[in-house]
C-alpha cells in the first residue's frame, strides 16, 4: 500500500508539473505568435509563464526524488525537467549571441555584418575573424576578411551604393588602417594580424555608430580626428584587385 501510494504520488506531481509545462509553452507561443491586439498583456503572460516553468521544475525534482517505480510517473516528472534544462541552454545561447555577436555561427554574422555596411555579403567566404568583445561594456574590436568569387554579384551592389566610396581614402582612415601617423596617437588597431591591404583600386564604407541615432547621415570619418570619450565605428575597404572585404569595428 505504501509503494502504490508513492506511485500515485509520482504521478500526480508529474501530472501536475507537466500540464504546467504544456501551459507555459502555450503562453510563449501565445506571446510569440499571438494577436497584436491584446500584446499589452505580454509582460504579464511572460512572468507568468517564468513562473509555471519554474513550480514545474520543482514538481519534476520532488516526484523524481519520491519515485521508485512507476514508468508513467517518472516520465511524467522527467519532462518538466527536460524542457527547463532546455530552456536554460537556449536562454545562454541568446545572451551569449548578444554579447558575442561574432563568434558563431558564420552565416548569422554574415547576416549582421550585411546589415551594417549595407550590402549582402552572404555569398563570401571568411578568410580571417578576430573579435576581443567583452565584458558588460561590449569594448573591444572586431576583424574579418571576407573573400568573394568573380560570380558574385558584390561589385555591383557596392558600385550602387552612395555610401561605398572610390575617392581618396580620408587622412583619419589613412592613420587608423595604416598607422601613417607620425604621433603615433590615432592607432587603434593594435594586433598586427587586423590587416588592411595597400591599394589603388577600392571602395571604402564607413559608418559612425555612435551617431547613427542622432545624426544617421554623418558618414565623414575625419570626424574621429576628434574624438574625446567613446568611439563606435565600423569601416569596410573592397580590393578590386582580389575580391576581399576586409572590415573592422571598434567599440570603446
Do not use: W
Given at each position: 500500500m505504501k509503494e502504490q501510494n508513492i506511485k500515485n504520488r509520482t504521478f500526480i506531481?508529474?501530472?501536475?508539473?507537466?500540464?504546467?509545462?504544456?501551459?507555459?509553452?502555450?503562453?510563449?507561443?501565445?506571446?510569440?505568435?499571438?494577436v497584436g491586439t491584446f500584446r499589452k498583456y505580454n509582460p504579464f503572460l511572460i512572468n507568468l509563464s517564468i513562473l509555471f516553468i519554474l513550480s514545474s521544475f520543482?514538481?519534476?525534482?520532488?516526484?523524481?526524488?519520491?519515485?521508485?517505480?512507476?514508468?508513467l510517473g517518472k516520465s511524467l516528472c522527467a519532462f518538466p525537467i527536460l524542457l527547463f534544462c532546455l530552456l536554460v541552454i537556449f536562454v545562454i545561447w541568446i545572451l551569449i549571441?548578444?554579447?558575442?555577436?561574432?563568434?558563431?555561427?558564420?552565416?548569422?554574422?554574415?547576416?549582421?555584418?550585411?546589415?551594417?555596411?549595407?550590402?549582402?555579403?552572404?555569398?563570401?567566404?571568411?578568410?580571417?575573424?578576430?573579435?576581443?568583445?567583452?565584458?558588460?561594456?561590449?569594448?573591444?574590436?572586431?576583424?574579418?576578411s571576407i573573400q568573394f568569387s568573380e560570380k558574385d554579384n558584390i561589385f555591383e551592389s557596392i558600385k550602387n551604393n552612395s555610401h561605398w566610396k572610390n575617392d581618396v581614402l580620408?587622412?583619419?582612415?589613412?592613420?587608423?588602417?595604416?598607422?601613417?601617423?607620425?604621433?603615433?596617437?590615432?592607432?587603434?588597431?593594435?594586433?598586427?594580424?587586423?590587416?588592411?591591404p595597400r591599394t589603388n583600386n577600392y571602395y571604402y564604407f564607413f559608418k559612425n555608430r555612435s551617431a547613427e541615432f542622432e545624426d544617421p547621415e554623418d558618414r565623414n570619418p575625419d570626424n574621429l580626428l576628434n574624438w574625446e570619450y567613446s568611439l563606435n565605428f565600423t569601416v569596410a575597404l573592397f580590393d578590386l584587385n582580389t575580391n576581399i572585404l576586409y572590415i573592422y569595428e571598434l567599440d570603446t
Open positions: 506531481l508529474g501530472l501536475i508539473g507537466s500540464s504546467l509545462a504544456f501551459i507555459s509553452i502555450t503562453i510563449i507561443l501565445y506571446v510569440i505568435f499571438g520543482i514538481l519534476g525534482i520532488i516526484g523524481l526524488i519520491k519515485a521508485k517505480k512507476g514508468l549571441e548578444i554579447a558575442y555577436p561574432h563568434k558563431l555561427s558564420k552565416k548569422m554574422d554574415l547576416q549582421r555584418t550585411s546589415k551594417i555596411i549595407e550590402i549582402d555579403v552572404s555569398s563570401g567566404k571568411y578568410l580571417k575573424r578576430i573579435e576581443t568583445h567583452c565584458g558588460p561594456q561590449y569594448d573591444g574590436d572586431y576583424y574579418a580620408p587622412k583619419s582612415l589613412e592613420y587608423l588602417l595604416y598607422d601613417d601617423e607620425p604621433e603615433d596617437i590615432f592607432h587603434f588597431i593594435n594586433d598586427s594580424k587586423m590587416v588592411f
